[in-house]
């Protein structure tokens, strides 16, 4: 069975960091396309982050940039995302992402694998 566990959410103060990570079980994501999305309540999920197969290319939305940083380890099989400069607008569940059939892509409909995701709230 495979399986997204993410861990490293929690309560911070504006301004804090935390560091998510993304463990896949069940089979190698080493060479697949792997995002972090988020959803605050009675909004969208929103993407994130997104990092390629090969690891040597990222891509952000606006309102993170500078800010989060999204990386992987292969020996792992895990994906991180490092969130500084945390503001209270960044408060939602974080979920993690696989992609077996694409390079990249924005959509949550183009990832095939879904953690059940991890609260992040900031405080003002």
């Known amino acids: 069975?495979?399986?997204?566990?993410?861990?490293?959410?929690?309560?911070?103060?504006?301004?804090?960091?935390?560091?998510?990570?993304?463990?896949a079980n069940g089979r190698t994501f080493s060479n697949n396309a792997m995002a972090w999305f988020r959803q605050a309540p009675g909004k969208e999920r929103e993407f994130v982050a997104h990092i390629r197969g090969s690891g040597d290319s990222t891509y952000y939305v606006d309102s993170v940039k500078g800010r989060f940083t999204i990386s992987r380890d292969k020996?792992?099989?895990?994906?991180?995302?490092?969130?500084?400069?945390?503001?209270?607008?960044?408060?939602?569940?974080?979920?993690?992402a696989a992609g077996l059939h694409v390079l990249f892509t924005t959509t949550a409909s183009g990832y095939n694998y879904w953690g059940r995701g991890t609260q992040v709230t900031v405080s003002s």
Not at 1 to 23: F, T
Not at 81 to 96: G, I, K
């Open 1 to 23: 069975q495979v399986q997204l566990i993410e861990s490293g959410g929690g309560v911070v103060q504006a301004g804090g960091s935390l560091r998510l990570s993304c463990a």
């Open 75 to 96: 020996a792992k099989n895990t994906v991180y995302l490092q969130m500084d400069s945390l503001r209270p607008e960044d408060t939602a569940v974080y979920y993690c």
